[in-house]
Structure formats: C-alpha cells, structure tokens
C-alpha cells in the first residue's frame, strides 16, 4: 500500500501561482511514476503533468509552459508549481502514484482561481 497526503491547495487570482506538494509513504521502493490530475463537478478526471521515476515528464497541453512537475525522491514528494494560473484551472487536483499494476490515489486538494 502506498499512502499520499496532498498540500498546497488554496485560493489565488488570476495570474498568480501556487504549489502543490504530494508526500508518498508506505510501500514506496517501485512506485513507476507519479502525477497529478484534476476533476471537476461532473466530469472525467484529467491529467495535469506525470513524471516517471527515470524523470521523463508529460504534461498536459492545457498547461504546458506554465506548470512544471518535480520530484524530490529522497523526501519522496512530488511538487506541481502552477505559474500564470487561469479560472479554467479551477478544479480539485488529486495527486497520483503507479507501482505497476495498482494505482494510488490522494484524498484531493481544491485549487481556485478567480478572475
């Protein structure tokens, strides 16, 4: 079992950044990757950005260029530094890790952005 607690979640203006960290623990030696996704009210959960254990990330492309994924494995957290934030990125954001084949998920943080 892996366990994930999210923070950094909270409420900005437009334009304006925040950070989310995700701190796994449990059975952590051979998680794969680690991501974040967000979902809104009534729709599927989406990816945000997912980086591998190698380091190779994906983002999506609504974010590209604006939100960068890292990976701190010695504290084993993985960070999303959400730069240039849009009203569109409201959503709650659910941190994620893979260790082949399970998935992991964390309990979500809300992220608001205001115009």
């Known amino acids: 079992q892996v366990q994930l607690v999210e923070s950094g979640g909270g409420s900005v203006q437009a334009g304006g950044s925040l950070r989310l960290s995700c701190t796994a623990s449990?059975?952590?030696?051979?998680?794969?990757?680690m991501g974040w996704y967000r979902q809104a009210p009534g729709k599927q959960r989406e990816l945000v950005a997912r980086?591998?254990?190698?380091?190779?990330?994906n983002y999506a492309d609504s974010v590209k260029g604006r939100f960068t994924i890292s990976r701190d494995n010695a504290k084993n957290t993985v960070y999303l530094q959400m730069n240039s934030l849009k009203p569109e990125d409201t959503d709650v954001y659910y941190c994620?890790?893979?260790?082949?084949?399970?998935?992991?998920w964390g309990q979500g943080t809300q992220v608001t952005v205001s115009s």
């Open positions: 980086i591998s254990s190698g380091g190779p990330t």
């Open positions: 449990g059975s952590i030696w051979d998680i794969d990757a």
């Open positions: 994620l890790a893979l260790r082949a084949p399970y998935e992991y």
